[in-house]
T-cell receptor, first 113, second 106 residues
């Protein structure tokens, strides 16, 4: 069974440019998470989806970050415009239901110059 | 908000040593997770437990709900065990510790 797929794996952009990350969760998993992980830190939740509904986006900086999960499967996380401080690893995870074990994708390492 | 503390933050040991990583949290939880993250790699779930003890190969995880504490043990450690080990608790979402950076030297 395929795991959580993320792309791209690496992205380097200049500040003020837009960037988008894509996540394909494990088939059948209703819950999808986007996390941000800074170097030497644990992941921090950005947004959690139950099917296509964003049920927890309290930590998402909505002035520049947006996310969508159309049809309750794939999800896209966008940053516009990117800032230097956005350099981090963006992780996607999925689970069958909220509160169950989460399965993580490989992450996208973003570098903003 | 649940506070998750891990110790030690960094640990260097010799191959074959018995390793213990600790995790404590501040509020009652429904589950605790131990995760492994290799440099440049994604996160792999090692254990999810809500009581007692679980064992998988050379890895053992225990949890004491009353004391709000969990430990991850590695027996007969090997250089390939070198990674960051992260404790996370399920309480109104998933809250992560900062991780323990483990290096096993040959």
């Amino acid at each position: 069974e395929a795991g959580v797929v993320q792309s791209p794996r690496y992205k380097i952009i200049e500040k003020k440019q837009p960037v988008a990350f894509w996540c394909n969760p494990i088939s059948g998993h209703n819950t999808l998470y986007w996390y941000l992980q800074n170097l030497g830190q644990g992941p921090e939740l950005l947004i959690r989806y139950e099917n296509e509904e964003a049920v927890d986006d309290s930590q998402l900086p909505k002035d520049r970050f947006s996310a969508e999960r159309l049809k309750g499967v794939d999800s896209t996380l966008k940053i516009q415009p990117a800032e230097l401080g956005d350099s981090a690893v963006y992780l996607c995870a999925s689970s069958p239901y909220s509160g169950y074990e989460q399965f993580f994708g490989p992450g996208t390492r973003l570098t903003v110059l | 908000k649940n506070e998750v503390e891990q110790s030690p933050q960094n640990l260097t040991a010799q191959e074959g040593e018995f390793i213990t990583i600790n995790c404590s949290y501040s509020v009652g939880i429904s589950a605790l997770h131990w995760l492994q993250q290799h440099p440049g790699g994604g996160i792999v779930s090692l254990f999810m437990l809500s009581s007692g003890k679980k064992k998988h190969g050379r890895l053992i995880a225990t949890i004491n709900i009353q004391e709000k504490h969990s430990s991850l043990h590695i027996t007969a450690s090997h250089p390939r065990d070198s990674a960051v080990y992260i404790c996370a608790v399920t309480f109104d979402g998933l809250t992560f510790g900062k991780g323990t950076h483990l290096i096993i030297q040959p």
